[in-house]
């Protein structure tokens, strides 16, 4: 399974992005995905994720309100939109994929799958 997420860049302040992640395969029965992101010097946290069908949403407080996940299964592509941009919103954003179906998908343990991260700049 592979994952390459891409779509980072500088953003001011009150702007929005889209990133996107694009799998080369569906790594277990359950086909859900997260993002997450690691700000310089801290924990690599939760941001969002969704399930295959994409009927069910999880966004960490952080973003909630301001951040939308969406897939397009057909073409194996997750999206997360953020709008509203604040400087605390920098970091190396990951997507990735549980290998195993029916796990908590806000905690990164359940996820065995990484990209390799695209970098968010929000500038003041």
């Known amino acids: 399974v592979q994952l390459q997420a891409y779509g980072g860049g500088l953003v001011q302040s009150g702007g929005s992005l889209r990133l996107s992640c694009v799998a080369s395969v569906r790594a277990s029965s359950s086909g859900a995905m997260g993002w997450f992101r690691q700000a310089p010097g801290k924990e690599r946290e939760f941001v969002a994720a969704?399930?295959?069908?994409?009927?069910?949403?999880y966004y960490s407080d952080l973003v909630k309100g301001r951040a939308t996940i969406s897939r397009d299964n057909a073409k194996s592509m997750v999206y997360l939109e953020i709008t509203g941009l604040i400087p605390e919103d920098t970091a190396v954003y990951y997507c990735a994929q549980p290998s195993v179906y029916g796990k908590d998908l806000t905690q990164e343990s359940s996820y065995d799958y990484w990209g390799q991260g695209t970098l968010v700049t929000v500038s003041s």
């Open positions: 969704t399930t295959w069908s994409g009927l069910k949403t």
